[in-house]
DNA sequence: ATGGTCGTTGCACGA
């Protein structure tokens, strides 16, 4: 069994002792990190090291950054886009292969508002996205597709869906770039074990949103067709979200019925 | 009550 995980850590020099801990609670043999907020030189590598994983960081400093860390070997990085289009100025995409598994890291831009340019970036972004799939991935490969994806797939991922009418993370055109990247052939792989709504794994840190039950689903595990039926189990990890200095999301993690040796 | 909290950095802004 390979356990993946995916886990906005808003943070990585603020949630370091938290995720030390969730890493020996949960034991994840790959986890991608999102918003590390750390240069290259300051990722805790020997940190993780020490815990027995090889790490890549794609990082910048004070926003964004990504992070790939592997217990099953970690080949053929690859940092941002490699299209021959503009570079990004965002350190937000990261790609390993870790033992069968080709794993993408990505950090969606937030969009911010309808009519704001982070919202036509975000569209860009999500195209480049597909792009990025179909130059350099297969699709009858074992691809997972991870991160926080600011897209609540559809209305069960939102707590009030009338509430969200005109903003960012339900729009159509958000939904759709997110249904192009699907039809790359991914699934998913939450939506495969459950149908309830509800079941959220960012909550907003202010109005006692998590208490509440205010939150959205936003991160996301996307699966290959031949990685989706390998899916034992998955879950949001909502009790990272509860306690001491929380990141403001919970993990996402996936079990996969994958051999660990290569 | 048209805010509320975190993170960054540095007294503002992004999420």
Same mark, same amino acid.
């Given at each position: 069994m390979l356990r993946l995980a995916t886990w906005n850590v808003n943070s990585l020099k603020a949630r370091l002792p938290r995720v030390e801990e969730w890493i020996e609670q949960m034991q994840p043999d790959v986890l991608c990190l999102q918003e590390t907020k750390l240069a290259d030189g300051a990722f805790p590598a020997l940190t993780f090291q020490a815990m027995g994983y090889e790490c890549a960081h794609h990082g910048q400093g004070q926003w964004n950054g990504v992070a790939i860390l592997s217990r099953c070997g970690l080949a053929d990085v690859r940092a941002g886009w490699d299209d021959g289009g503009?570079?990004?100025?965002?350190? #937000?995409?990261?790609?390993?292969?870790?033992?069968?598994? #080709? $794993?993408?890291?990505?950090? $969606?831009?937030?969009? #911010?508002?309808?009519?704001d340019d982070h919202y036509a970036y975000k569209l860009r972004w999500l195209e480049r996205l597909r792009t990025a799939l179909d130059d350099h991935e297969d699709p009858s490969a074992l691809v997972a597709v991870c991160g926080d994806f600011n897209i609540a797939p559809d209305d069960r991922d939102v707590h009030d869906p009338a509430a969200f009418v005109g903003a960012t993370h339900v729009s159509e055109a958000e939904r759709a770039a997110l249904t192009r990247l699907e039809n790359w052939g991914l699934a998913d792989v939450f939506r495969d074990h459950y149908d309830d709504g509800g079941l959220f794994s960012w909550w907003d840190y202010r109005r006692g949103d998590f208490h509440q039950g205010r939150g959205m689903r936003i991160d996301l595990v996307l699966t290959s067709a031949s990685l989706t039926p390998k899916a034992r189990t998955v879950l949001i990890d909502r009790n990272a979200r509860k306690g001491k200095?929380?990141?403001?999301?919970?993990?996402v993690i996936v079990d996969l019925d994958l051999d660990l040796d290569r």
């Open positions: 503009e570079a990004d100025l965002d350190a #937000r995409l990261l790609w390993a292969t870790c033992g069968d598994l #080709r $794993v993408a890291c990505a950090y $969606v831009p937030n969009g #911010r508002a309808l009519d200095q929380p990141s403001d999301h919970a993990p």
